[in-house]
């Protein structure tokens, strides 16, 4: 059994430059994290990437080493990123989940009667925050809006279409084979 607990999408943000499909991204100096999916990836949407750990961020967007970042909603507002960013792009381009799971094991140790209840308690819990996180994403949203933040609706097919072309070659030697033909074929 398995239940997801939402997270939120993730979101572009930059200091001055509204930013509609991947052209606009040309040149622009982005902070990503220390991973090779998000390098490659934003590379090849236009932006000049600056993998950066998390604790350099705001500094490195305060004084012009990098110019955007991306991240949640709840991470952009608690980190007070939009002290020095101007705009939030809503490319919504990675949507997380956290996975609560079980295994043969949980069958083995617990009652029929305990795994139901445990199940019941679980699904009360996955309803209950994706509900929150639902309700928590419209108040960031507003927070933010508040605070000065424009949030810039873009052209998500352009970057679903550019994502679709060329990231799975560039990672097909590193992916499990098959792994994106099973992920794009998931309903």
């Known amino acids: 059994m398995r239940y997801l607990w939402y997270r939120g999408p993730r979101y572009l943000t930059t200091t001055s ?15 990503v994290p220390e991973l090779e999916v998000y390098i490659k990836s934003w590379q090849t949407f ?25 991240n949640p909603l709840a991470t952009i507002y608690g980190n007070n990123l939009h002290e020095v960013q101007k705009y939030i792009m809503e490319t919504e381009h990675l949507i997380g989940f956290y996975a609560f799971c079980t295994g043969p094991h949980f069958d083995q140790r617990f009652t029929e009667e305990e795994r139901e209840i445990i199940l019941e308690a679980a699904q009360y819990a996955t309803d209950w925050h994706n509900q929150e996180v639902e309700r928590s994403e419209a108040d960031y949203r507003s927070k933010l809006t508040e ?27 590193t992916w499990k084979p098959g792994l994106y033909r099973r992920i794009v074929e998931t309903p």
């Open 46 to 70: 236009g932006a000049n990437t600056t993998p950066l750990p998390f604790t350099d961020m705001f500094m490195a967007l305060k004084l012009g080493v990098v110019e955007g970042q991306e």
């Open 147 to 173: 605070a000065g933040v424009e949030f810039v609706p873009v052209d998500r097919k352009a970057f679903l279409d550019l994502a679709k072309e060329k990231i799975p070659a560039q990672f097909e030697q």
């Open 17 to 31: 430059k509204k930013i509609h499909d991947p052209e606009d991204l040309r040149g622009l100096k982005l902070r």
